[in-house]
């Protein structure tokens, strides 16, 4: 994967105030960081969800175990 050092994101700058112009790369910079923001948080969103649903199959497996130990536990005392 090729690296990008200071030297290219300099040059990609440049060119983007040349192509843009000085006046409006402020507003274009500011709506791609809202944009890289809120793609962030709609995959944090979703990371957070799929850990809550394995969170709860985990619980539901434990809770299955213990009930099904209690069930064991209590034919074997009869």
């Known amino acids: 994967m090729p690296q ?6 300099l040059v990609i700058v440049i ?4 192509i843009i112009g000085p006046k409006d790369f402020p507003i274009i910079i500011k ?12 995959f944090s969103d ?7 649903v394995e969170t709860d199959i985990e619980n539901e497996i434990n809770i299955k ?3 099904t130990n ?9």
């Open 4 to 9: 990008i050092g200071w030297f290219e994101i």
């Open 15 to 18: 060119l983007a105030i040349l």
């Open 31 to 42: 709506k791609i960081g809202n944009w890289v923001g809120s793609t962030k948080r709609y």
């Open 46 to 52: 979703i990371q957070k969800e799929i850990t809550d």
């Open 65 to 67: 175990k213990k009930y």
């Open 70 to 78: 209690l069930n064991k536990d209590n034919k074997a005392d009869e």
